[in-house]
């Protein structure tokens, strides 16, 4: 496929082009690899592999994904889209070029903090969709209940108990922890995948890259993040599946005594496996509908 600009596009706004593409995005990923996430969940359950579920019913939760996915991942593109271009304009402003002449405060490594920078803040609002999402799901995957609505009916069923602001508690629960583990994996994949396409564009000669060049740059910095990141997983996996509230450093201390530290790189075969694909497909799916959207044929 070649890259070639149409002289009109179908979605002026890039924005609107950010969130829409997202919204795709999000949702092929999570539907595609659905399967590999419900077994890296069930290896990282504190019951066992087995005792969760084993091999048996792998698309179990699948319904909080669909309603998470699109919201979640526009909600990240639109403003990683929005820091970034915020960013970039700043740095082309007056005052930066006073401050440095070499492209910015940082000089030459201006960009790649634009895009750490960027891609944590899309993190942090993507994780208000996310979160409960992750909850949910991550329930039913390990079969705790028989779908998501069951173990969503048992979440909001807590009222009478524990309040409205205790059901959203339960909600949010692994919220630091998701943040702790999604700001530095984006902090690694983003600038590494724009590092790639920047690369790319300046030895092909060319303004933007095609959605096969998007994805396969994507699945090498997924796959590079995930396996930096796989402890931080864990802790996510643990905190959420835990049947009472656990504090981070208890919980950090339990599974020291209990399994050792080889236990915080359990799921990483398919958790990397998971995200290399996953980085593939949703930045490929991503790049594409985003083409499309501008008009690049």
């Known amino acids: 496929m070649t890259y070639q600009r149409s002289s009109t596009s179908t979605v ?12 795709l995005a999000g949702t092929t990923v999570d539907l595609s690899l659905y399967p590999i996430d419900t077994l890296k969940t069930r290896l990282q359950s504190s019951q066992g592999f087995r005792s969760a579920g084993g091999f048996r019913g792998i698309y179990a939760g699948v319904g909080s994904a669909l309603v998470g996915s699109a919201p979640g991942a526009a909600l990240f593109f639109v403003t990683y889209e929005s820091c970034k271009s915020a960013l970039r304009r700043g740095r082309e402003g007056s005052d930066a070029r006073r401050l440095s002449s070499n492209g910015g405060v940082w000089g030459s490594w201006s960009e790649p903090i634009e895009h750490m920078l ?42 009478s108990r524990i309040g409205v602001p205790g059901v959203w508690r339960e909600l949010y629960r692994g919220w630091g922890v998701t943040v702790m583990r999604e700001v530095p994996f984006t902090v690694i994949q983003f600038p590494l995948w724009e590092g790639m396409k920047e690369w790319r564009r300046r030895t092909e000669g060319r303004e933007g890259i095609t ?7 994507g699945s090498i910095s997924g796959a590079v993040a995930a396996g930096f990141t796989t402890p931080l997983d864990v802790l996510k996996t643990r905190l959420m599946l835990a049947r009472e509230k656990q504090a981070l450093m208890p919980l950090l201390s339990q599974i020291l005594r209990d399994s050792g530290p080889r236990a915080f790189f359990a799921g990483m075969g398919p958790r990397v496996l998971w995200i290399s694909a996953g980085g593939a497909i949703f ?12 008009g690049v044929r």
């Open 118 to 159: 960027a891609a944590s803040a899309g993190e942090v609002a993507a994780c208000a969709v996310r979160v409960p999402t992750e909850v949910v799901k991550q329930r039913a995957q390990a079969v705790q209940y028989p779908s998501s609505m069951a173990a969503l009916r048992d979440i909001l069923g807590q009222r």
């Open 12 to 23: 002026q706004s890039p924005y609107i082009r950010a969130l829409l593409a997202g919204g």
């Open 283 to 294: 930045l490929g799916s991503y790049q594409w509908a985003y083409n499309a959207l501008e």
């Open 211 to 217: 959605a096969v060049e998007s994805a396969v740059f």
